[in-house]
Structure formats: structure tokens, C-alpha cells
């Protein structure tokens, strides 16, 4: 959002045009992108009549900034490749070439053809808020202050956090409210889908319809089904792509070189590069495989218009009315008898999706849905969420076209007649009541590729190797009997994905060996668990488990060998990203992870005797394993975290693509430094990128002054100390000027913690939170009187426990803090008044947990900006002072009879609070 207008500003600023000397070329690049037409084009610029496709030598005679706005073919990167041949053949050094694209396919095709040196990415987000409302504010209110205008004032902000950082949408929704002063009007604004403006719509699907039609009809239809799926739906790849294939959108190419799956996951990609898709930003430390998606509502309501007639979502509340019979794609929210009826409407349903909310369904409802599709021939995915659909197996065991069932719940009544539907290819059934454990299942599915059920029904189906064309087993108990042992994965040639249990019960290596993992090329994920009650494992065992090298998710948990597998000891995994070891609970050293050169995810935990990971030097004596390179850990790890090791003294030192490091309960009692060296190959990133510091339950830890006073604390944005009982002291501020990009310092149960250093020069610090550390509310009784000297320190939330942390330097000497929010161990007998007043031209939020013995407020006014004011449990308080003028929430509760009855209309307070929006009183009970 906002690329173009960012390309004109940067070319309409003084000193690049005094750099380039005004030779600054802007070139449209047409959406099929030709290298000789886009040549012309720049050729042109400079003379419209002999533009040639060879006239760049004339041209680009000395340093020039060209600007190719709006790049959208990614089809041929060899044309980029030809392109940039001949400005590289004809252009000086110091050229410089600004591209602009919403399709990150083409940053990709372009970034392909340069080296690593000689380009930056730059992602544009959204803007921030308050960015976001100054831009509202420009086009609302024009030449008018927006302070001469309260209550508009007050509106529009609460408009303005719905643009969620949109340029377009602030833009437009401020030209639609400009010149109109009608409070109806902006709260209309307020109430309602943005989207649905008339100005706004109309711009939105202008430009969203035109991306639409640069996709393939295969892709299009692709996004036609996600329109069945409620606004704002959490949509995961996987899933996606698995109803795509079972629904019947993906079509088997010709070539047959790509499967289908691997045809959707091309799709989703195109999708979502293309930005139809939101990639949800989440923890660095979640598994990449929870990573989910949404459409924008812009996106969702395109995708409701373009599929009329193909796909439809029903709601309970619904008649129905107006949706075609030709609909293919049918998502249902409730189940009442009128859904039922539209539902057995549709004769030509592939896609039936329902989500039952409520606890049960009657019996007449769930007898009518029953015979509204039974027997259907044209179905082929069948997904219920929710309860109550215990009574349903016999009739979906009649649909014998089904390629997907999905059950939130159901019961062992007929349910292995579920395991004969010969074209079935995804069965997940989240739980099962009423089971049969020691009843054996029998199982019938040639084309089955998913298989996911609970653990116990799992270990009753026997012969499981049988399923050849399986390709996810989510749960494989081992057993020492016929039917159920480790070598029924032998013959599973293309499994993706497997969980293997209860390892302990593999009988010996020749067992192990027979199970024959490493000849399974298709294996990307791996977790081998133990029981915990296990006996001593026999380490040949594991030492013959040995998996595919190209495995990229691999877990072992809870063995109790007293060393890990030889083949993790030497460069055998060529792909691996993700490595989780928890449970080890005998290992004390494991090997270098230097080698791991793809490795992104580590976690160490619950290994309690650990005491190192070895250096490569060590391992040479140890292992056996030679290797000249100096990294213990993987020089691109992005996430490394380790807990519940309490026996490790120190952690090797990080690699400077760390981004992620939490540390909880291991035995160090300072924290590890950066590497002093790039490794034996070249590593591009050169900065540190650490983010995010978590460090909990590290009772030796005194300080983090040689951790912090390193210049890879630069980036760091997040920082959590919770349960050190030893620290002492935050760093000083020389070391916390260095971190310019911190922006939230979590402190909790840091009982010894008596100074928070020079917190002060942390000049972009939005969040701070205290709580429980007793000697920093001791301190503070004993500090002098507050000087008036004031801080830079402008926080969007102050979150304590106690009000005499305000006392403690430099919190006693904010002035510019947003959010103020007390979570009151202590009874609090008065709000903090000085403290309030000197933050009262910026205060927006207060809020207090136990205000059991407040028993009066002060005058507030002329507190302009405070909008919302929350106290709980406020049982002393007998009334109300004057409220601040621009007060939108009003929320005090556990108040006594007295109060609450003078707060309703006609009494005492009722002209206090009369005008606040959203104002709630409630009496203690």
C-alpha cells in the first residue's frame, strides 16, 4: 500500500535530485512485461521521437534513478534477466533502479538476477496509527482543526483504528465525511462495514476486480471457494488445499509431472504472493505449519461477487431467499429446520460444510438432515464442526462418492463403516465417545492419503501398512504384536508426514531397520515419542531409524538413550528447518549444529542432565566427527529456544540470524554472546537481527549488562524478564541508548530487582509491565521527591501492580504516557493525582482492578484527552466528579446502591455522565 506514492515523494526530494542531477527516468511497466517496450519507454522520456529499444547508451551516460512503477508479469524472470543485461551493458556506475510491485513474485524474479550485495527488499506495511489519523484528519476536516470539533474528533478516531493502517481507505472515508459536520452521518460511518461506503466501494472493487482478472481461471476458481467461508476465517494452506483437491477444483495436468497437491499448493502461493491472501504475522517461536491466512474484507466481498450461483454461505437467521440452485460450494452456520430445506434444495452440492455451535441437535433436525443428503451422488467433502453429530456415521457411510470427511466429534456406533468408503481420501475425526478400545478395526480405503483420528483408535486398526497411498498418519502406536509392529510403515513409500508412538515397544534394531524410513523420499515431517514409564532404551534402535536426508521437521521425544542417534551427529540432513529434542532425559552433550546449514527452528527441552553442546573440536574426540568450522549452531537459525535445563552452565554463542531466543529455567548465570567470525561460508546477513529476548526462571542470572552492551541489541524490539530472582539491575543508559527499536519490557516476579538502570533513553519504548517485584515498591518509599526533570519516554501502556512504582525513576517523571493500567495488589485509598496530572495532556486510558477503597475522584474536567476509564470494584465511592469532556467509556463497577441509583436519569450524577457513549455502572453484588 502507498508503493507509488512513496516512489514520487523519494523522486520529488531535493537531494536525490540534486544526486542524480534531475536525471530521473519514471517508466510504467505494462502488465505483460516486454523488455524492448519498456525500453521505448525509457528511451522516450527523453525523446518521444526517436524512442528505440537501443537508444540506452545515449541515455544513461552518467549517474540516473529509473523508476519501473508497478511491475506485475512474473511469468518469464529471463525477460528481467534480459532486461537488466542491457542497462547493466549500458549503464555507469552509480545508476540506481527503484521497482514497485504488489506481487512479491516479481521482487523474487528480479532479486534473482542481481547479486546479493547490490539490492534491497523493502515490504511496505501498513501505516501506524497515528500516521493513519492524521491522514483522515487532513481530508476530513481540510483546513479546520480537528480540536474544534470534539465529538467528530472523538469519532473519527475510533473510524480511523478500523482503516487498520490503510492509505486508500483513510484517504477515501475522509474525502466521503469532508464539509459534513452530521454526527449521524460519521457514526453511520463508525457502525457499518467501511467497505460498503458508497465512495470507498466503489474504488476497492475497481482495483481488486482488476487483480481478479489477472489470474489463470484455474486460480480463479480457487478463490471463488473461498468465499463459502465467514469473513475474517482463519484459512490454513493445508486445509485449503486438501478441499480444493477433494472438491474436485484441481485438475490433473497432462504432463503428470506435479500431483494435485502440489498443483494447490502452487495455487494458494499465487494466491497469497498476489495478495489476495494475508499472511497472519505470528510468534517467531510457533511452528511455520500453524501458520494461517486471511482475506481482507475488500478480498472476501470480491470473492461473494464473483461467485453468485458456484458457491454460498447460509446462516441460521437465513430463509435462504435468492441463492441459486446451481450452487456447488455450501457453507452452513446453525442447524434449524430451515436450513435443513434449503439444503436439501441443492441437488448438485460437491461441498457441504456445517457449523453447529450449540451443544446438540434435536432429533427431528437431525433425522431431517439425514435424509436431505442421503445418498447423494455428487458430494464429495463433507465437513461438521461442533457437537452433536453422534448419530450421523450410517448416513455418511452412504455417501460413497466422498473423497473428505470431517468430524468434530461422533460416536463408536457404526463407525467402521466410515473405513470402507473405497474413494475416500481424507477421514479426520477429532473424537470419538463411547469407544470400544479393546474392539479391532478393519480398514478398507485404497486411495486414502490422510488419516487422522484420536491415538486409541489409531492402535486399534490393523495392517495399516496396507494404506500404500497414504501420504499423513497422524499417530502410529507401536506394539509388539502382528499387525501393529514399526514395520507397517515399510510399505508406506509415500508418506509426507508421521507421528510414531510408543517407540519403546520396537522389539530390536533388525525391527528398526525393517521399518525402512530412509527409503521413504517423501518424508517431511518426523516425531518419534516414548512413553515416559519406558525401561532403557537400546540406542541401536534409534541408530536404525534413520530417516530420509531431506526431512525438514523432525522430533524426538522422551527417549531415555544415553546419546543421540549417530546419524545426527554427522552432516546428514541436507534440509532440515525445524529440530525439536525434548524428554532426552540422559543426554549431557549433544553435537554441533553448524553443519545444519538450512536449520531455522531449535528447540532444546526438558533435557535436565545436559551440560553443553559441543564445540567441533570436542566432537572430533567425542563423536568422531571431523569438521574444521567453528559454529555450534546453524548460521541461519531464526528461533532457538531452550527450557527446563538446568544442567547447562552456558549456550554456545548465537549466529546473527537469530530472531527469536527464550530461555526458561537453565542453570547459566550470564547470557551468551554473538559470533566473532562468518563461519567457513558466506553469510549475507551480517547485522544482527535479534527481535525478541525472553528469559524466565534463570536463577543465576545477575545481570545482562555483557549480553546487552553488544551491538547485536540494535533491533531489539521485545525484551521479558520473568522470575530471575538474582537480577539486580537493569543495564545503564548508555547500553539502552544502543537499542533503538525496543518497544516492549515485560518485568515480572523479579523479587531482587531494585533499579530499572537507565530505562529512560529507550526513546520509542511503548509498553512497559511490572509486576511482583517487591524491592522495587521498597525502593521507591525511600526515594526523594520527584525532580522536574522530564523524560523523552512516550508510552502507549504503563502496566504495574502497585501505585509507588509511579514513585520510581524515571516512571515518576513520564509526562507523555497513553494507557495507565493499575492491576492493584494493594488497596489503593486515592488515584495518583500528581503523577495523573502530569501525563493529563497525553492520558487516554486508566484502569484500575481494585479500587476497594477509593472513595472519591478528582476533578478531571479539563483532561481533554482521556476516552475510557475503567475501576473495578469500588464499593466506598459516593460520587462523581466532572468528567472529561471527550470521555467515550465510562465503566465502573462493584460501586455501592447509593452511587448507581444517582447515576440513572434524574439523579444527582446523571448530568455527569449523561454524554459518555458507552457509560456502565453496575452495583456490587
Given at each position: 500500500m502507498g508503493k507509488t506514492t512513496l516512489a514520487q515523494f523519494v523522486c520529488q526530494d531535493k537531494k536525490v535530485q540534486d544526486h542524480f542531477a534531475n536525471k530521473i527516468i519514471w517508466a510504467d511497466v505494462s502488465k505483460i512485461f516486454d523488455p524492448?517496450?519498456?525500453?521505448?519507454?525509457?528511451?522516450?522520456?527523453?525523446?518521444?521521437?526517436?524512442?528505440?529499444?537501443?537508444?540506452?547508451?545515449?541515455?544513461?551516460?552518467?549517474?540516473?534513478?529509473?523508476?519501473?512503477?508497478?511491475?506485475?508479469?512474473?511469468?518469464?524472470s529471463e525477460r528481467w534477466q534480459q532486461f537488466l543485461d542491457l542497462i547493466r551493458k549500458n549503464a555507469p556506475m552509480g545508476g540506481k533502479i527503484l521497482l514497485?510491485?504488489?506481487?512479491?513474485?516479481?521482487?523474487?524474479?528480479?532479486?534473482?538476477?542481481?547479486?546479493?550485495?547490490?539490492?534491497?527488499?523493502?515490504?511496505?506495511?501498513?501505516?501506524?496509527?497515528?500516521?493513519?489519523?492524521?491522514?483522515?484528519?487532513?481530508?476530513?476536516?481540510?483546513?479546520?482543526?480537528?480540536?474544534?470539533?470534539?465529538?467528530?474528533?472523538?469519532?473519527?478516531?475510533?473510524?480511523?483504528?478500523?482503516l487498520k493502517g490503510c492509505p486508500l481507505l483513510a484517504r477515501t472515508i475522509g474525502r466521503h465525511l469532508q464539509g459534513n459536520t452530521d454526527h449521524a452521518r460519521w457514526n453511520t460511518i463508525l457502525n457499518h462495514d467501511i467497505h460498503k461506503v458508497d465512495d470507498v466501494a466503489t474504488e476497492i472493487k475497481k482495483v481488486l476486480r482488476l487483480s481478479y482478472e489477472s489470474l489463470s481461471n484455474e486460480v480463479q476458481v480457487c478463490f471463488r471457494y473461498c468465499s463459502i467461508f465467514p469473513p475474517h476465517y482463519k484459512f490454513k494452506m493445508e486445509e485449503m488445499v486438501e478441499m480444493w483437491v477433494s472438491s474436485g477444483l484441481i485438475l490433473q495436468r497432462e504432463d503428470g509431472i506435479n500431483n494435485r497437491e502440489d498443483i494447490a499448493i502452487q495455487y494458494f502461493n499465487t494466491l497469497w504472493q498476489k495478495s489476495f491472501f494475508s499472511l497472519v504475522p505470528r510468534e517467531l517461536n510457533v511452528d511455520t505449519s500453524e501458520d494461517y491466512y486471511v482475506l481482507h474484507d475488500g478480498m472476501h466481498e470480491l470473492s461473494c461477487t464473483v461467485s453468485i450461483g458456484e458457491c454460498s454461505r447460509l446462516k441460521a437467521t437465513d430463509h435462504g431467499i435468492g441463492i441459486p440452485l446451481t450452487v456447488r460450494h455450501l457453507y452452513v452456520e446453525?442447524?434449524?429446520?430451515?436450513?435443513?430445506?434449503?439444503?436439501?434444495?441443492?441437488?448438485?452440492?460437491?461441498?457441504?460444510?456445517?457449523?453447529?455451535?450449540?451443544?446438540?441437535?434435536?432429533?427431528?433436525?437431525?433425522?431431517?438432515?439425514?435424509?436431505?443428503?442421503?445418498?447423494?451422488?455428487?458430494?464429495?467433502?463433507?465437513?461438521?464442526?461442533?457437537?452433536?453429530?453422534?448419530?450421523?456415521?450410517?448416513?455418511?457411510?452412504?455417501?460413497?462418492?466422498?473423497?473428505y470427511i470431517y468430524l468434530s466429534a461422533t460416536k463408536e456406533s457404526n463407525l467402521s463403516k466410515l473405513f470402507k468408503l473405497c474413494h475416500l481420501e481424507v477421514l479426520q475425526i477429532l473424537k470419538i465417545e463411547k469407544e470400544n478400545e479393546s474392539r479391532s478395526i478393519s480398514i478398507n480405503l485404497p486411495h486414502l492419503q490422510k488419516l487422522h483420528l484420536p491415538k486409541t483408535t489409531?492402535?486399534?486398526?490393523?495392517?495399516?501398512?496396507?494404506?500404500?497411498?497414504?501420504?499423513?498418519?497422524?499417530?502410529?502406536?507401536?506394539?509388539?504384536?502382528?499387525?501393529?509392529?514399526?514395520?507397517?510403515?515399510?510399505?508406506?513409500?509415500?508418506?509426507?508426514?508421521?507421528?510414531?508412538?510408543?517407540?519403546?515397544?520396537?522389539?530390536?534394531?533388525?525391527?528398526?531397520?525393517?521399518?525402512?524410513?530412509?527409503?521413504?523420499?517423501?518424508?517431511?515431517?518426523?516425531?518419534?515419542?516414548?512413553?515416559?514409564?519406558?525401561?532403557?532404551?537400546?540406542?541401536?534402535?534409534?541408530?536404525?531409524?534413520?530417516?530420509?536426508?531431506?526431512?525438514?521437521?523432525?522430533?524426538?521425544?522422551?527417549?531415555?538413550?544415553?546419546?543421540?542417534?549417530?546419524?545426527?551427529?554427522?552432516?546428514?540432513?541436507?534440509?532440515?528447518?525445524?529440530?525439536?529434542?525434548?524428554?532426552?532425559?540422559?543426554?549431557d552433550k549433544l553435537p554441533p549444529f553448524g553443519y545444519l546449514w538450512t536449520l531455522k527452528h531449535l528447540?532444546?527441552?526438558?533435557?535436565?542432565?545436559?551440560?553443553?553442546?559441543?564445540?567441533?573440536?570436542?566432537?572430533?574426540?567425542?563423536?568422531?566427527?571431523?569438521?574444521?568450522?567453528?559454529?555450534?549452531?546453524?548460521?541461519?537459525?531464526?528461533?532457538?529456544?531452550?527450557?527446563?535445563?538446568?544442567?547447562?552452565?552456558?549456550?554456545?554463542?548465537?549466529?546473527?540470524?537469530l530472531r527469536y531466543l527464550d530461555i526458561d529455567r537453565v542453570g547459566m548465570s550470564s547470557l551468551p554472546t554473538m559470533c566473532t567470525h562468518m563461519g567457513r561460508?558466506?553469510?549475507?546477513?551480517?547485522?544482527?537481527?535479534?527481535?525478541?529476548?525472553?528469559?524466565?526462571?534463570?536463577?543465576?542470572?545477575?545481570?545482562?549488562?555483557?549480553?546487552?552492551?553488544?551491538?547485536?541489541?540494535?533491533?531489539?524490539?521485545?525484551?521479558?524478564?520473568?522470575?530471575?530472582?538474582?537480577?539486580?539491575?537493569?543495564?545503564?543508559?548508555?547500553?539502552?541508548?544502543?537499542?533503538?527499536?525496543?518497544?516492549?519490557?515485560?518485568?515480572?516476579?523479579?523479587?531482587?530487582?531494585?533499579?530499572?538502570?537507565?530505562?529512560?533513553?529507550?526513546?520509542?519504548?511503548?509498553?512497559?509491565?511490572?509486576?511482583?517485584?517487591?524491592?522495587?515498591?521498597?525502593?521507591?518509599?525511600?526515594?526523594?521527591?520527584?525532580?522536574?526533570?522530564?523524560?523523552?519516554?512516550?508510552?502507549?501502556?504503563?502496566?504495574?501492580?502497585?501505585?509507588?512504582?509511579?514513585?520510581?525513576?524515571?516512571?515518576?517523571?513520564?509526562?507523555?504516557?497513553?494507557?495507565?493500567?493499575?492491576?492493584?495488589?494493594?488497596?489503593?485509598?486515592?488515584?495518583?493525582?500528581?503523577?495523573?496530572?502530569?501525563?493529563?495532556?497525553?492520558?487516554?486510558?486508566?484502569?484500575?482492578?481494585?479500587?476497594?477503597?477509593?472513595k472519591s475522584l478528582p476533578n478531571m474536567h479539563e483532561w481533554h484527552t482521556l476516552r475510557s476509564m475503567l475501576l473495578h470494584n469500588t464499593p466506598l465511592l459516593q460520587s462523581l466528579p466532572l468528567m472529561p469532556p471527550n470521555l467515550w467509556v465510562l465503566d465502573i463497577n462493584g460501586c455501592c446502591n447509593e452511587l448507581h441509583g444517582e447515576c440513572q436519569s434524574g439523579g444527582s450524577e446523571w448530568s455527569k455522565i449523561c454524554r459518555i457513549h458507552n457509560c456502565n455502572i453496575t452495583p456490587k453484588i
Open positions: 524492448k517496450v519498456l525500453v521505448r519507454k525509457i528511451s522516450g522520456s527523453f525523446n518521444r521521437y526517436k524512442a528505440s529499444a537501443d537508444g540506452l547508451d545515449t541515455i544513461m551516460t552518467d549517474k540516473f534513478l529509473l523508476v519501473l512503477d508497478d511491475a506485475r508479469d512474473d511469468a518469464q514497485t510491485t504488489q506481487i512479491r513474485p516479481v521482487a523474487n524474479a528480479v532479486e534473482g538476477q542481481m547479486s546479493p550485495d547490490t539490492y534491497k527488499c523493502l515490504e511496505l506495511g501498513g501505516l501506524d496509527q497515528e500516521n493513519t489519523l492524521k491522514l483522515f484528519n487532513h481530508h476530513a476536516f481540510g483546513d479546520l482543526s480537528p480540536s474544534d470539533c470534539f465529538e467528530l474528533q472523538l469519532i473519527g478516531e475510533q473510524i480511523a483504528r478500523k446453525g442447524i434449524n429446520a430451515e436450513t435443513i430445506n434449503v439444503i436439501s434444495k441443492f441437488k448438485y452440492l460437491r461441498t457441504l460444510v456445517i457449523e453447529n455451535k450449540e451443544n446438540s441437535i434435536q432429533e427431528e433436525h437431525a433425522n431431517a438432515l439425514k435424509n436431505s443428503i442421503e445418498g447423494r451422488t455428487s458430494l464429495r467433502l463433507l465437513k461438521l464442526y461442533g457437537n452433536g453429530w453422534f448419530c450421523m456415521n450410517d448416513t455418511i457411510a452412504g455417501l460413497e462418492h466422498l473423497r489409531v492402535s486399534r486398526i490393523a495392517q495399516i501398512g496396507s494404506l500404500t497411498t497414504l501420504r499423513e498418519l497422524n499417530g502410529f502406536s507401536v506394539k509388539r504384536t502382528d499387525g501393529h509392529k514399526i514395520t507397517e510403515l515399510k510399505d508406506l513409500r509415500k508418506l509426507q508426514k508421521v507421528i510414531v508412538l510408543d517407540v519403546q515397544n520396537v522389539i530390536d534394531h533388525t525391527e528398526a531397520s525393517d521399518a525402512e524410513l530412509d527409503k521413504k523420499s517423501d518424508l517431511k515431517v518426523l516425531s518419534l515419542e516414548w512413553c515416559a514409564d519406558q525401561a532403557s532404551c537400546d540406542g541401536r534402535i534409534l541408530n536404525k531409524l534413520v530417516p530420509d536426508s531431506n526431512l525438514k521437521h523432525f522430533v524426538i521425544s522422551g527417549y531415555n538413550g544415553t546419546r543421540p542417534p549417530l546419524w545426527m551427529e554427522s552432516k546428514y540432513f541436507s534440509n532440515l528447518v525445524y529440530l525439536k529434542l525434548d524428554g532426552c532425559v540422559e543426554w528447540f532444546l527441552k526438558n533435557l535436565p542432565k545436559l551440560e553443553y553442546i559441543a564445540s567441533s573440536s570436542y566432537s572430533t574426540v567425542v563423536y568422531g566427527y571431523k569438521d574444521t568450522s567453528p559454529d555450534v549452531l546453524p548460521p541461519h537459525l531464526i528461533t532457538f529456544v531452550v527450557k527446563n535445563c538446568l544442567g547447562l552452565s552456558e549456550l554456545p554463542s548465537l549466529p546473527f540470524s561460508r558466506r553469510v549475507s546477513l551480517v547485522e544482527s537481527q535479534l527481535s525478541i529476548l525472553n528469559v524466565e526462571s534463570c536463577n543465576l542470572l545477575v545481570s545482562l549488562n555483557g549480553f546487552l552492551q553488544e551491538e547485536h541489541c540494535r533491533v531489539l524490539t521485545v525484551l521479558s524478564l520473568v522470575c530471575c530472582h538474582m537480577l539486580i539491575s537493569l543495564p545503564d543508559a548508555s547500553d539502552f541508548k544502543r537499542m533503538s527499536k525496543l518497544e516492549s519490557i515485560r518485568i515480572i516476579e523479579c523479587n531482587r530487582l531494585s533499579s530499572l538502570g537507565g530505562l529512560e533513553a529507550l526513546a520509542y519504548l511503548k509498553v512497559l509491565r511490572i509486576e511482583h517485584c517487591a524491592n522495587l515498591v521498597t525502593t521507591s518509599s525511600r526515594l526523594p521527591p520527584a525532580s522536574d526533570e522530564s523524560t523523552y519516554l512516550k508510552l502507549e501502556t504503563l502496566e504495574i501492580d502497585d501505585h509507588q512504582l509511579l514513585a520510581i525513576s524515571p516512571i515518576r517523571n513520564l509526562c507523555l504516557t497513553k494507557k495507565l493500567i493499575i492491576l492493584e495488589r494493594e488497596k489503593m485509598a486515592e488515584l495518583p493525582l500528581e503523577w495523573l496530572l502530569q501525563n493529563r495532556s497525553h492520558l487516554e486510558h486508566i484502569e484500575i482492578s481494585n479500587a476497594e477503597l477509593l
